[in-house]
């Protein structure tokens, strides 16, 4: 079975973590302000039709042709493109619906937090895998702080509706992330974008045709902005910085950052929308933090490869 080395956060470069880190975070702002302006799986599909295009033409000018791409030539086809549904237009599908329901951005981006560590776990439960004290504890603490940032009332965080998308969109990321080791290693990381945004968009494409009609555009104007962002920097800027990290770091390099999406998302979104924590919220976000940086910068811990951030 194919094995990552474990990431090691101190042999980062600074300048591209920290770019990583502001990319990824700047999709659970442009997110929300997507789905107000285009319906949400609409906006998915567009976002990695988009996305896909622009993949291709980097893969091929840089890759060459694509049947080079696969060593294992097309049986490993459609094991990338699995993986890719479920990194991809489950993942974001899922979150989308969810910040149309009324999810926070801040607890959207606890939720995805925690996903290398739930990643663990299930390759623990499933893979028998070995686990460590420090990747069932800091999920546990993990899983506390989002509990205390939610609070008592579930209206507020975007209601029963909202936070159930996001539980699955978290399990969509870690199940995609866990499909890696299906993979292995030896694909082309560009053409297997390509394949991976490509193959999100037909289906999501046919749901939201069925679940939201053709009526799906409501600001023509911000819909093409929420759209360009998210398909050319949370997807194609974020696959390069992805690839600066995993050279650097590791195969499982954005593992050991994702402690940080939540609060730099939270400081995006007081930034963007006005949004303010409270005092049991910042308590809850920190407690959540402190429990996913224990579990992933742990030089013991293995992570599956991390895939490329939508």
Not at 152 to 162: K, Q
Not at 182 to 191: K, V
């Amino acid at each position: 079975m194919h094995q990552t080395r474990p990431a090691d956060a101190s042999r980062l470069p600074l300048v591209p973590a920290a770019a990583f880190v502001l990319v990824w975070s700047s999709g659970y702002v442009s997110g929300p302000i997507g789905v107000e302006a285009v319906e949400p799986l609409t906006l998915v599909a567009l976002r990695f039709a988009l996305a896909a295009v622009v993949a291709a033409a980097i893969a091929r000018a840089l890759r060459g042709p694509a049947r080079r791409a696969f060593p294992g030539g097309r049986r490993m086809l459609p094991r990338v493109a699995a993986v890719g549904l479920s990194m991809n237009g489950l993942q974001f599908g899922l979150a989308y619906l969810g910040f149309a329901a009324g999810l926070a951005p801040t607890l959207m981006a606890l939720l995805h937090s925690l996903s290398p560590v739930l990643t663990a776990l299930l390759a623990g439960a499933l893979l028998r895998e070995r686990l460590t004290a420090l990747q069932v504890g800091g999920f546990i603490v993990g899983v506390v702080g989002v509990l205390i940032v939610l609070g008592p009332e579930i209206e507020e965080a975007g209601g029963a509706l909202g936070l159930t998308f996001g539980l699955l969109s978290m399990l969509a990321l870690s199940f995609g992330t866990l499909g890696q080791r299906w993979i292995g290693s030896g694909a082309d990381p560009w053409w297997s974008a390509t394949l991976q945004f490509a193959v999100s968009a037909p289906p999501i494409a046919l749901a939201a045709l069925w679940l939201e009609g053709t009526d799906t555009v409501h600001d023509p104007w911000v819909a093409l902005g929420a759209i360009a962002w998210l398909a050319l920097v949370n997807s194609i800027v974020g696959l390069l910085l992805l690839g600066v990290l995993m050279r650097t770091g590791g195969a499982g390099s954005s593992a050991s950052v994702f402690f940080l999406m939540p609060p730099v998302t939270a400081v995006m979104t007081w930034l963007a929308f006005g949004d303010v924590l409270s005092p049991l919220e910042l308590l809850g976000l920190l407690i959540t933090v402190v429990g996913v940086a224990v579990a992933t910068r742990s030089g013991r811990t293995r992570f599956p490869a991390a895939e490329v951030p939508g």
